[in-house]
C-alpha cells in the first residue's frame, strides 16, 4: 500500500507525462475491487486543502483553449497549495474535475477522487456529480455507476449525468432504464434529463421508446423549448418517422441552426434529398448561416440526386467562411462529386485533404469504382496500405466492384480472400455479393453458381439476381430459371428478376415461355418499378419517368427523341422508345449549349438498347454524356462508353 506522499507524488507530480497518463487504474480505485470509500481513504494519509477563493481562480483555467495544459496549471496550483497548508472545501474540486475530465486525465482524477474521499467532500452532491462525469468520459463506466448506486443523496443533476454518460459511452439502453428508474422514483425531470434520454432513444432506434418519452414531457407538463423540440426532431428522423419530426419542426416557434440542422439531417438520411435541399434553401431565405453541420448532410442528398451545381455551392460556401475540407466534410465533398459524375474534382480535393482517414480513401476507392477506373482504384487501395490506414468492410466492397467492373477476377479473388487471412474482417453478404457479380460479368457463370453453392452463408435476393442478369446477357436460359426460383423463395414481388426472366426467353425464341412469366407478374399483382431519370440544368433538377408528358416543354422532347431514331439506321428498327434517360438526354440537348456536358441519373439499370442508343447520340451530336445508373457510371464520348460492355 502506498504511503500518503508516494500516493501524492504519484497523483500530482508536475510532469504531464505521469499526470495523464493513460495506464490501467492504481489499486485505489479499481472498479472490480472497491468496496467502499474507506478503501480509498486508507491510502491516503491526512491532506491540506484550499478555500473558496482560490476555487474560483481555478474556474478560469475552464476558458482555456488547451484542456491539457489547463488541467496541468491547476492541479500545480493545487499542489502549491497544499504545501503552503490551505485547506480545501468543496467548492474547490468541482472545478478541478471539470478539467481533468476534459483533459481525459484519469491517473490525477483517481487520486484527487481519493483526496475528497480522505477529507469527507466526496458525499457532496456537487462533487460526486463531478467525479461520476469524469469516469464517464474517461470510459470507467463500473467506476461511475458504482458512485451513483452507493450514494443515497442524488439531486436530478446526479441522473441526468447517468444517463448522459451512458449515451455518449454507446451504452442508450442503460440510459433509458436509468430514466425509467428516475420516473418510478417520482422525480421531477427538466428540460436536460429529456434531452439526454431522447438522445438515448434515437441511438437505439426504437420509436415507440421515444413515444413513451414524449408522453413523459406532456405528462411533467415541461414547457416545450429548442433544446427539447431539437432532440424530438432528432429522435424521430433516426428512429424513421419523418412525419412526426417534421411536425414538431414546423410548430417550433423559435429555430437556431441545430433545429435546422437536425431535421435536413434527417430528412436526407431517410431518402428524402429533394425535401432536404428545399429545406435547405428555406433556410437560406431565413437568413439563418449554415455550417458544416449543415453542409455535409446537403452534400450527401447532392450526392444522390447528382445535383452538381449545388454542390459546388456548397463547396464554394466552405471556402468563404474559411471551413477546411477536410475530415468528415472533405469525405462528403469525395463523395458528392464521384457520385456526380466528376471524379477529377473528387480526387482534387482527395489530394488537397490534409488527413485521410479510412472513410476518406474507402469514398475515393468506391468513387473510382464506380466509374470504371479499376486500376486507379487498386493503385490507391495501395497507397492506403503504404500510409498505415486499414482498410475496413466497407474499402473492401468498394475494390471488389472495381475488379467486378473492370472484369479483375484474379486480382477480385486474391482481395476476397484477403478480408479474412489477412485483416482479420469478415467477410458479409455484400463481399459476397460481389464476387457472383465479378464471374458473372465476365461470363464465368459455371463458377459464379459454383461460389454460390460453397457460401457459409445463405444467398439473398441480389446474389441470385447478378446471377439472372449476366444469364440474360450470356443468354443462359437452365442457370437463369434456377436464379429466378431462388429469387422468387425469397422476394415473391421482386418484379426485376421476372422481367430479367421474360426477357431472357424473348431472346432465345421462347416467347411463349415470356408471356407465361408476364402472365404470373399480373396474377400475383407484381408491378415493375417505373424507370425514372434526373437532369440538372441551371441548378435546377428535372424528373422525367418513362412515357412522361407532363413536362412544359414535352413536345419538343419528344419531337428531339424521335430524331433520334430517324438520324442513324441503327436505331431505325425502333418506331418508338421513350425510356426516362433519353426524355432526360433530349432535354438536356434542347436546354444547353452545344458541348455542354449532360449529366443523367437514372434508378434502374440502363437497358442494351439504350446504352446502344446514347454511344450514338454522343457521337452525333458531339456530347460527353455521363449517366449514372443502379449499378456504375457510364461515360459516353465519341460513340463509345467508359465501361466497355461491363456493366
Known sequence: MHTAGEAEAMAFAPSSASLFSASPLPFLLRSDSIASTDEIKQGHAPTASLG?????SLLAHLRAGNKDLAASTSIASYRDSLKR????????????????????????GVALHAHTAKMGFDVDVYVRNCLIRLYFVCGEIGCAKKLFDGFPERDLVSWTTMISGFTKAGHPKDAVKVFFEMVDENLRVDGMTIVAVLSACAEIGDLELGRKVRRCVDAFHLDADVFIDNALVDMYSKCGDIVSAREVFDKMPLRNVVSWNSMIAGLANNGEFEMALVLFRQMQCDDVQPDGFTLVPVLNSCASLGALELGRW??????????????IIGNALVDMYAKCGMIGPAMEVFSSMSHRDVYT????????????????????????????????EVTFIGILSACS???FVEIGLRHFRSITATYNLTAKIEHYGCVVDMFARAGMLDEAQEFISSMPI????FIWGSLLGACKNYSEVDIGETALERIVELDPDEEGAYILMSNLYASSNRRKDGYQIRKTMRKNKVRKTPGCSLIEVDGIIHEFQKGDKSHPQAQQIYAMVDEFIHLHRTLSHEKSCHHSERLAIAFGLISTKPSTLLRIVKNLRVCKYCHIAIELISRLYNREII???RYRFHHFKNGACSCNGFW
Open 85 to 108: 497548508g490551505t485547506f480545501p472545501d468543496n467548492f474547490t474540486f468541482p472545478p478541478l474535475l471539470k478539467l481533468l475530465a476534459d483533459a481525459r486525465a484519469l491517473r490525477a
Open 458 to 461: 445463405e444467398p439473398d435476393e
Open 361 to 392: 480513401f474507402t469514398s475515393m476507392i468506391v468513387g473510382l469504382a464506380m466509374h470504371g477506373r479499376g486500376d486507379e482504384a487498386l493503385t490507391l487501395f495501395d497507397d492506403m496500405l503504404r500510409a498505415g490506414v486499414r482498410p475496413n
Open 405 to 407: 467492373h473492370a472484369g
Open 314 to 327: 456548397v463547396h464554394a460556401c466552405l471556402s468563404r467562411k474559411g471551413i477546411e475540407a477536410d475530415g
Open 52 to 56: 473558496v477563493n482560490h476555487a474560483r
Open 627 to 629: 449517366v449514372r445508373d
